[in-house]
Each structure stands twice: as structure tokens, then as C-alpha cells.
């Protein structure tokens, strides 16, 4: 028996992954970066795009009524698009390729950091506020 999935949860995500992914887009280009140079638009908004998902997933669990579409949306299809973690890899194979390993090794490390950092204060953020109200 196949698996049936539900096409307007499919539907979210997609319409999610298309403003996510234009906004990365968008910003990319408008802050260009070399391999020689720390690529400041896909590193703040991956860090920022943790954050929000750190910031959604928990409040959409733990203070919000459930929502069979909400999270589809806001977690798996914009977070997920506009934190594209393979653009990372890609930023990475460029300045190894150019033999920037310092930029290398510290953007990987930075961005990994920032991202989980930002994850964890989201998610003590919302947590904090749902106990103080």
C-alpha cells in the first residue's frame, strides 16, 4: 500500500520553500560576496532564519492551538528554504577551492555556533515569556 499525503500540508510547505527561498535569493544578491570574503548575507540569514525557527516551532507547540498547516509553512518551508545549510557547504567548497582555509574552518565553525546559539535562545525566549505571562 502506498503512502497518501496530505496535499494541502504539501501545498504549505511548497508555498513556504517559494517565500523562503526568494528571500535568501534576494538577499544574496543584493549583498554579493567573493570567496575571499566573508559571505555576511547566507551567514546572518541562516543565523537568523535558526532563530525563527527555533522561535515558531516552539511557540507553535507549546503556546499556540494546533495548526496542521502553520508549522508545514513557517518551519519546514520558509526556515527550511531560507536556511539553506547546502548553500553553506557551497560557500565553503568555494573558498577551499581558492585556499582560504582559515575563512574556511571559521566561517563552518561560526556558522554552526551562531545557528545552534540562535535555536537556543529562541526557544528560551518563547519558553521564558509563556512562564512570565
Avoid at 504539501?10 to 560576496?33: E, H, N, Y
Wanted: aromatic share 12%; net charge positive; charged share 15%.
Amino acid at each position: 500500500m502506498l503512502p497518501t499525503h496530505d496535499r494541502r500540508e504539501l501545498a504549505a510547505i511548497f508555498c513556504g520553500g517559494i517565500v523562503g527561498a526568494l528571500a535568501r535569493t534576494a538577499l544574496s544578491r543584493a549583498f554579493p560576496d567573493s570567496p575571499h570574503t566573508w559571505p555576511w548575507a547566507i551567514f546572518s540569514v541562516n543565523v537568523v532564519g535558526a532563530f525563527m525557527l527555533g522561535y515558531l516551532v516552539t511557540r507553535l507547540a507549546e503556546r499556540l492551538p494546533t495548526s496542521a498547516y502553520k508549522r508545514p509553512f513557517l518551519g519546514t518551508g520558509l526556515c527550511g528554504a531560507l536556511t539553506t545549510f547546502s548553500t553553506v557547504q557551497l560557500e565553503l567548497y568555494k573558498m577551499i577551492q581558492v585556499h582560504e582555509w582559515a575563512l574556511a574552518a571559521s566561517y563552518a565553525a561560526a556558522t554552526l555556533v551562531a545557528s545552534f546559539a540562535a535555536v537556543t535562545l529562541a526557544t528560551a525566549f518563547v519558553r521564558r515569556v509563556r512562564t512570565v505571562l
